[in-house]
């Protein structure tokens, strides 16, 4: 009988003061978060692999429209941001917070515009001015490619340590420069408009070749963990 209590102790110690074993076991290290930031709005799901790096895949969307009128030509413009990430963060330390990250994410912002006559007005197009009956419907469009490498840090983690609602960061980049893309209904028919198109879109896209060669990302959020 003594033998019996002292196999049952040795058991009830081993699950409420040795746990490591059996409770770490049964730890799903999953959570399920929903972010906003530069990339929009949307959910997230991370898992923890190894103490130190988790995988986590996320979707971002958001829309947002204008149109404004001006000397005789109504201007509508759309900014587009639907991403889709895959991410692994490395933690520094075992089962901490502060991770740096590495993965990629799709076409991170689309902006398009379109300029539409309403009345009798002039373009302006690499310096030249043409009347909108010479230029039609213009579109224009400033596109990411449609994968681009990412790269940056946060804090946050999916780990169970600690309680299970937490606040998420991340701070990063979205590696590849946009493309530019300009055309118009009257091009066409008017060679000197179709060489202004080119010669504005090359302008374009030369400074963003310079100056924009990365889409921030910056994104805050609330994880619950189990």
Same mark, same amino acid.
């Given at each position: 009988?003594?033998?019996?209590?002292? $196999?049952?102790?040795?058991?009830?110690?081993?699950?409420?003061?040795?746990? $490591? *074993?059996?409770?770490?076991?049964?730890?799903?290290?999953?959570?399920?978060?929903?972010?906003?930031?530069?990339?929009?709005?949307? @959910?997230?799901?991370?898992?923890?692999? $190894?103490?130190?790096?988790?995988?986590?895949?996320?979707? #971002? %969307?958001?829309?947002?429209?204008?149109?404004?009128? #001006?000397?005789? !030509?109504?201007?509508?413009?759309?900014?587009?941001?639907?991403?889709?990430?895959?991410?692994?963060?490395?933690? /520094?330390?075992?089962?901490?917070? %502060?991770?740096?990250?590495?993965? !990629?994410?799709?076409? @991170?912002?689309? !902006?398009?515009?379109?300029?539409? @006559?309403?009345?009798?007005?002039?373009?302006?197009?690499?310096? #030249?001015?043409?009347?909108? +009956?010479?230029?039609?419907?213009?579109?224009?469009?400033?596109?990411? /490619?449609?994968?681009? /490498?990412?790269?940056?840090?946060?804090?946050?983690? /999916?780990?169970?340590?600690?309680? +299970?609602?937490? %606040? !998420?960061?991340?701070?990063?980049?979205?590696?590849?420069?946009?493309? &530019?893309?300009?055309?118009?209904?009257?091009?066409?028919?008017? *060679?000197?408009?179709?060489?202004?198109?080119?010669?504005? &879109?090359?302008?374009?896209?030369?400074?963003?070749?310079?100056?924009?060669?990365?889409? *921030?990302?910056?994104?805050?959020?609330?994880?619950?963990? %189990?």
């Amino acid at each position: 009988m003594r033998s019996r209590c002292a $196999t049952l102790l040795g058991a009830a110690l081993l699950l409420l003061g040795g746990r $490591t *074993p059996l409770l770490l076991a049964q730890h799903k290290d999953v959570s399920v978060a929903f972010r906003f930031g530069t990339l929009g709005f949307g @959910p997230e799901v991370a898992k923890l692999l $190894t103490s130190h790096i988790d995988a986590r895949v996320g979707a #971002n %969307f958001f829309k947002y429209s204008k149109t404004k009128a #001006n000397s005789g !030509i109504t201007y509508d413009a759309t900014l587009k941001l639907q991403a889709f990430s895959a991410l692994i963060d490395f933690f /520094p330390s075992n089962r901490g917070s %502060f991770h740096l990250t590495g993965g !990629i994410m799709t076409d @991170p912002a689309k !902006i398009t515009g379109e300029g539409k @006559p309403t009345a009798s007005g002039t373009f302006e197009i690499n310096g #030249n001015t043409y009347t909108t +009956a010479q230029v039609g419907n213009l579109t224009g469009s400033v596109k990411f /490619p449609g994968v681009d /490498p990412y790269v940056g840090l946060g804090w946050g983690t /999916p780990a169970t340590m600690g309680g +299970a609602l937490k %606040f !998420i960061f991340d701070l990063g980049v979205a590696i590849g420069t946009a493309k &530019v893309k300009l055309t118009s209904t009257g091009a066409a028919s008017n *060679p000197q408009l179709a060489s202004d198109l080119q010669a504005q &879109v090359k302008t374009t896209q030369d400074d963003l070749d310079k100056y924009a060669k990365v889409y *921030p990302v910056l994104s805050f959020g609330l994880a619950y963990r %189990f």
